[in-house]
């Protein structure tokens, strides 16, 4: 399974960027797919997930700004960020987990540059 993004850049504060992740090979029992993001210097934090069943969860800091949706196809995941502030500045990764029975395994997308200039 191998994940690509895109849709990262470089907007003004203020505005809007939509980034979409699509899974190859044929992904089946997906428990979920989210989006992640890395500053420099800090951790990797949790933005946006959504899982089989269209339950979504969100960062505190995107709620009403940010809103995850699956894509026409089962193993697509978009992030729409609207209102986007400098401090949304950061990799934006791509999360896939699927069910293997009874364990859960992830794969990552490589990662996407988010820039939000003040």
């Known amino acids: 399974v191998q994940l690509v993004e895109s849709g990262g850049g470089l907007v003004q504060a203020g505005g809007s960027l939509r980034l979409s992740c699509a899974a190859s090979g044929n992904p089946f029992s997906i428990n979920s797919m989210g989006w992640y993001r890395q500053a420099p210097g800090k951790q990797r934090e949790l933005v946006a997930l959504?899982?089989?069943?269209?339950?979504?969860n969100y960062a505190d800091s995107v709620k009403g700004r940010f809103t995850i949706s699956r894509g026409n196809a089962k193993d697509t995941v978009d992030l729409q960020m609207n209102t986007l502030k400098p401090e949304d500045t950061a990799v934006y990764y791509c999360?896939?987990?699927?069910?293997?029975?009874?364990?859960?395994?992830?794969?990552w997308g490589q990662g996407t540059q988010v820039t939000v200039s003040s």
């Open positions: 999360k896939l987990a699927i069910t293997f029975g009874l364990t859960i395994r992830s794969y």
């Open positions: 959504i899982t089989s069943g269209g339950s979504t």
